[in-house]
């Protein structure tokens, strides 16, 4: 979906070619990309480049992506959802340069109640390899809870990974009326 959306610091915007050197930036780095299943290490401006090229921007819902801008930066994060074999989950990462500012929080705030918003799902799945625990408490603060634990393939580390499983429910978000 071709949509924006705005919080107090930050705009959710469709992904577009001119990202493409900020991301391959900011992903090329193993703080960031070691966090992440399905992102590559090295991160190459190629990369960026493939995956900017492949985003729709009639893809439904399930499969929106949005870049997160912060005031006077453009590209310093991403968040978005895609399918798994148990359902719709939400995935993000955020450079390294703007961590511990609460952004990730505001910016899924945000995202998640949109998608609610936007679709009947009635639950929304995540999860972090289990030395993330900066992404875990965001996950917590939202409303998620840890359903179990799974092996995940990381990309950049090359092998499975020890992945803690989690899902926040529409029931829970509207109860926590996204706070």
């Given at each position: 979906?071709?949509?924006?959306?705005?919080?107090?610091?930050?705009?959710?915007?469709?992904p577009?070619?001119?990202?493409?050197?900020?991301?391959?930036?900011?992903?090329?780095?193993?703080?960031?990309?070691?966090?992440?299943?399905?992102?590559?290490?090295?991160?190459?401006?190629?990369?960026?480049?493939?995956?900017?090229?492949?985003?729709?921007?009639?893809?439904?819902?399930?499969?929106?992506?949005?870049?997160?801008?912060?005031?006077?930066?453009?590209?310093?994060?991403?968040?978005?959802?895609?399918?798994?074999?148990?359902?719709?989950?939400?995935?993000?990462?955020?450079?390294?340069?703007?961590?511990?500012?609460?952004?990730?929080?505001?910016?899924?705030?945000?995202a998640?109640?949109?998608?609610?918003e936007?679709?009947?799902?009635?639950?929304?799945?995540?999860?972090?390899?289990?030395?993330?625990?900066?992404?875990?408490?965001?996950?917590?603060?939202?409303?998620?809870v840890?359903?179990?634990?799974?092996?995940?393939?990381?990309?950049?580390?090359?092998?499975?990974?020890?992945?803690?499983?989690?899902?926040?429910?529409?029931?829970?978000?509207?109860?926590?009326?996204?706070?």
């Open positions: 979906m071709d949509v924006t959306l705005e919080t107090r610091r930050l705009v959710l915007r469709p577009h070619p001119a990202d493409a050197r900020r991301m391959a930036s900011f992903l090329d780095n193993f703080a960031v990309s070691g966090n992440l299943s399905r992102v590559p290490y090295p991160y190459r401006l190629a990369d960026a480049r493939d995956y900017l090229a492949r985003w729709q921007k009639d893809a439904p819902a399930e499969e929106t992506n949005f870049v997160i801008d912060l005031d006077g930066e453009c590209c310093v994060g991403q968040i978005g959802f895609h399918g798994d074999a148990f359902g719709p989950v939400v995935g993000y990462w955020l450079a390294q340069p703007f961590w511990s500012r609460g952004l990730m929080s505001e910016a899924a705030r945000a998640i109640a949109w998608y609610f936007t679709t009947g799902a009635l639950e929304l799945r995540s999860g972090v390899f289990h030395f993330n625990r900066a992404s875990l408490a965001i996950q917590r603060k939202l409303g998620f840890e359903t179990g634990i799974s092996m995940r393939h990381c990309l950049a580390r090359g092998e499975q990974v020890r992945h803690i499983d989690t899902i926040l429910t529409r029931a829970a978000w509207a109860e926590r009326d996204g706070q």
